[in-house]
């Protein structure tokens, strides 16, 4: 274990737009109790000028829960700051490394590395409105700017204004020619900057984001860093989550089975159902529950399988196991 073994921030799974909205959240946090869940993005004019209720109710089991915004204007930020304090999550983070075109229209996300002062205006005024931690998830740069000062003149300034923690996408975003997907695969993965911003601001939590695929990268920049957010990998190949309890938590509790998950997801499944939520919505995130396993093929395209969303989800679940079982007596 290393010395920053208890920070709250030692592993998270990261915010998703689309993907880790309540569902797929709840259905994480079968697999591992510790791990910290990120919403997706919500807008403060979303939240400000939407349905609350809408984009802010999770359920009790996914705690510790925070909320990413998008924005840029102090006072809405720390409005939107207090209402996911009523809401009851455990933090409140901004987003400043979404590169999307939309996003830059409306003056946030990646864009704002360019205005340290303004994100600190904002760390400050959530800050003074809520006792949540405020937290910043960020790049290591924009466009062609490539210098190590750069970032850490974002985060000196950034924490100047209270700011404790960082969560740093270890690549930059390009703000022009790429679409979002290609920002998170083409711009290379610069580690080491993130670990010189450590040994420089040994106080900040620092946790890296960006291409960890595998638990020994994970262990591997522990011995360096305070934490490791996880993204794409976690959301593709969720049972490898099961483990992350015993080996960075140190809780060696049993773990479910996918079987178990399996039909811990169908119970969740029918209790959605009753609030008018139709299964396909929850099971497009457990598609990847048996990746790698015999069968995963064809029990995923059961529950993909749109001509059965009319049917109870235990009907879907039994059809899907049927599927799976030639291969397992095969294997
Ligand atoms: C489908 C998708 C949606 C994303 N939406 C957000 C978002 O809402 N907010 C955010 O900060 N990052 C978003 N990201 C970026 C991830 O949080 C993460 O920084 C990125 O995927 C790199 O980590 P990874 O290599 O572990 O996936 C998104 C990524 C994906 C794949």
Sequence with gaps: MTPTSSSPWRLSVAPMLDWTDRHCRYFHRLLTRHTRLYTEMVTTGALLHGDVARH????????????????????DLAACAKLAQQWGYDEVNL???????????????????AEPRLVADCVKAMRDAVDLPVTVKHRIGIDRIESY?????????????????????????????????ENREVPPLRYELVHRLKREFPQLTI????????????????????????????????YAMAGWDARFFGDAHAVPDRDAVEEAMV???????AQGIPWPHVMRHVLGLRNGLPGARKWR?????????GEPPRKVHGLALQALRPALHAA
């Design 267 to 273: 119970r969740y499944c029918e209790r959605m159902a």
């Design 207 to 238: 946790a890296l984001n960006g291409g960890i695929t595998a638990d020994a990268q994970i262990e591997e920049q522990l011995q360096l860093l305070d934490g490791v957010m996880v993204g794409r990998e976690a959301y593709h190949n969720p």
């Design 149 to 181: 000062e750069f970032v850490r003149d974002f985060v000196g300034t950034v924490a100047e204004a209270g700011c404790e923690v960082f969560i740093v996408h270890a690549r930059n975003a390009w703000l022009q020619g790429l679409s979002p997907k």
């Design 301 to 309: 395209q059961v529950w993909s399988d749109h001509r059965l969303k």
């Design 56 to 75: 802010l109710d999770f359920n009790e089991e996914e705690h510790p829960v925070a909320l990413q915004l998008g924005g840029s204007e102090p006072e």
């Design 95 to 113: 987003n400043c490394g979404c590169p999307s075109e939309r996003v830059q229209r409306g003056a946030f996300g990646a864009c704002l590395m």
